[in-house]
């Protein structure tokens, strides 16, 4: 029994009493027509997922529901009533929440401040903390998550910052929820106590927008599916009518994969990481535990694990970010664990970081800029840059990994999810790397964007005879163009397969139940 079957056997045939809707909406920035004319319905308990490619139109059309955003024609309807929101508060005033894909939590306040941000609980000698205090331990509980209320946002890891967000529209108790991406940073229990919170939601007339990328998973919560593609609704149905081909034929086409390994290479080892040990943060045991590995020149190794089996970590240390408490990191045989991330970074060893928006871009920077960053050294003398060898930089790079822009000059903020993480991969191939590590490089980011991703991997491994060493915690990633397949679990590695393992026995390797 699927958990749809479990969870809502009455949603199939019930369509439900529209409660928001959006009727021939528009979104026009200069000449990119973000959205064109798209009709859009919430229906009261129920869960609507949106699906679409990266550049769709779907945060945008998200904005435009929760008062972020104005379109630029069309109308938006609430309980039958045309209705125009001036900003998000007017919209949380009427309802209506968001949680963002990209976490807007201030980091330096503690997970109390974070969630009565801006509609703290006053009383005539001033706010109550302790009341907010006491709601927060509740909304944790309820989230199952053992967070302390008074700890500082900044040292929670990015699954646990997510919770956050989720405890923060709960505490709104609004009646139109939407989850942008909600769960891209969550481990697979965590996915499935929000599933329950989601069904608990529902059954009390929460209306829900999904939006997400793990597709499987969103089949198991949705009521009704709407894909949209570039801009406009292209397909709507009922979940009885939906699968998985379905989703990815009406987003992105027939006859779609992730790409396959490329011709295997024998070459010599590049990476090299021997009896590596790293310490937990809380200071209890190893989060890597005694980890070998070695990739080899041309050939791409796929890291699956669940959230805290210490692949992050083991990346982190090899590129220089965190210490280890013994073991080396060796590339072409040479120990570069004394090394620095830049002398590292000289040395031919870069890493694509998690978290795209705190660690791999700076956001007040063009693409060019973010783009040229890290292989500034090759086009500076002295004081000076050269423009002319930095505009041949980010030409190549824009090229190389098909960023969708108006060119080096716009600025980031102005792509897609997607685009903005083929910019980071860009900026550290641009240095002409040895190896390359990337940590979850698909986090957000939709099956469209993901396939490019991998091919360009494929390709500069096979042209360029680089290592590529990437982590993943979506087991279907871990079977396009893998040469190996390491499981970690618990900080060592539990099991190693090739590209013909099915997806049961990389589950089974990581610790994961297989549900059937």
Same mark, same amino acid.
């Given at each position: 029994?699927? !958990? ?11 369509? =439900? ?69 001036? =900003?998000? #508060?007017?919209?949380?005033?009427? =309802? ?27 009383? @005539? ?7 907010? *205090? ?19 946002? *900044? ?26 991406? @909600? ?8 996915? *499935? ?12 007339? !929460? ?23 570039? =801009? ?27 790409? /396959? @390994? @490329? ?18 943060? /809380?200071?209890?045991?190893? !989060?890597?535990?005694?980890? #070998? ?125 997607? #685009? ?31 396939? *490019? !991703? ?39 590695i539990s099991a190693e397969f090739d590209h013909t393992a099915t997806k049961e026995q990389i589950m089974a390797a990581s610790g994961e139940a297989v549900h059937h």
């Amino acid at each position: 029994m699927t !958990v749809q079957q479990s969870i809502r056997p009455e949603a199939a045939q019930a369509t =439900g009493e529209v409660v928001m809707s959006a009727r021939h909406v528009a979104k026009h920035y200069g000449a990119v027509k973000a959205l064109k004319g798209v009709n859009f319905d919430i229906h009261r308990g129920q869960v609507t997922t949106l699906f679409g490619e990266n550049g769709a139109g779907k945060s945008t059309l998200m904005k435009i529901l929760s008062g972020i955003v104005t379109p630029t024609s069309g109308q938006i309807l609430l309980d039958g009533e045309p209705v125009s929101f001036h =900003g998000a #508060n007017d919209a949380l005033a009427q =309802g209506i929440s968001i949680i963002h894909q990209e976490l807007a939590l201030a980091p330096n306040l503690n997970v109390r401040d974070n969630i009565f941000m801006g509609r703290e609980i006053r009383t @005539p000698r001033g706010v109550d903390f302790a009341e907010e *205090e006491r709601v927060t331990r509740a909304l944790m509980e309820e989230l199952e998550e053992e967070i302390d209320p008074l700890t500082p946002v *900044e040292e929670l890891r990015l699954g646990q910052q997510q919770i956050v967000e989720i405890a923060r529209a709960l505490q709104a108790r609004s009646r139109i929820l939407i989850m942008d991406e @909600p769960t891209s940073a969550l481990s697979a229990s965590e996915v *499935e106590v929000l599933f329950k919170v989601i069904n608990d939601l529902t059954a009390k007339g !929460v209306s829900i927008v999904y939006i997400s990328h793990h597709l499987e998973e969103a089949l198991e919560v949705t009521d009704h599916a709407v894909v949209l593609r570039d =801009g406009e609704m292209t397909a709507y149905a009922p979940r009885a009518e939906i699968d998985l081909e379905w989703i990815v034929r009406n987003m992105v086409g027939e006859g779609f994969d992730l790409g /396959s @390994p @490329p011709a295997s290479r024998t070459g010599e080892p590049a990476l090299i990481i021997e009896d590596l040990c790293v310490p937990d943060p /809380s200071g209890h045991g190893l !989060v890597v535990d005694h980890m #070998n590995l070695s990739v080899r020149c041309g050939e791409i190794v796929c890291i699956y694990g669940l959230m805290g089996a210490g692949r992050t970590e083991m990346m982190e240390c090899a590129a220089g970010r965190i210490r280890a408490r013994e073991g080396a990191v060796k590339l072409h045989g040479c120990d570069v664990s004394h090394l620095s991330i830049a002398e590292r970074i000289d040395a031919g060893l870069v890493l694509v970081p998690e978290d795209r928006q705190r660690d791999g871009l700076v956001q007040t920077m063009t693409v060019g800029q973010n783009l040229s960053l890290s292989s500034i050294a090759a086009f500076t003398r002295g004081l000076f840059t050269s423009r002319k060898a930095e505009r041949k930089v980010v030409e190549d790079s824009i090229r190389e990994v098909t960023v969708k822009t108006d060119g080096g000059g716009a600025m980031i903020g102005s792509l897609s999810g997607g #685009n903005q993480q083929k910019v980071v991969i860009g900026k550290m191939l641009a240095t002409r790397p040895e190896v390359i590590l990337l940590d979850e490089p698909s986090r957000g980011i939709d099956v469209g964007a993901k396939a *490019e !991703v991998f091919k360009l991997l494929a390709r500069t491994a096979e042209e360029r005879g680089l290592a590529v060493l990437y982590s993943t915690s979506e087991v279907g990633e871990c079977l396009s163009i893998a040469h190996r397949i390491v499981v970690m679990n618990r900080g060592r590695i539990s099991a190693e397969f090739d590209h013909t393992a099915t997806k049961e026995q990389i589950m089974a390797a990581s610790g994961e139940a297989v549900h059937h």
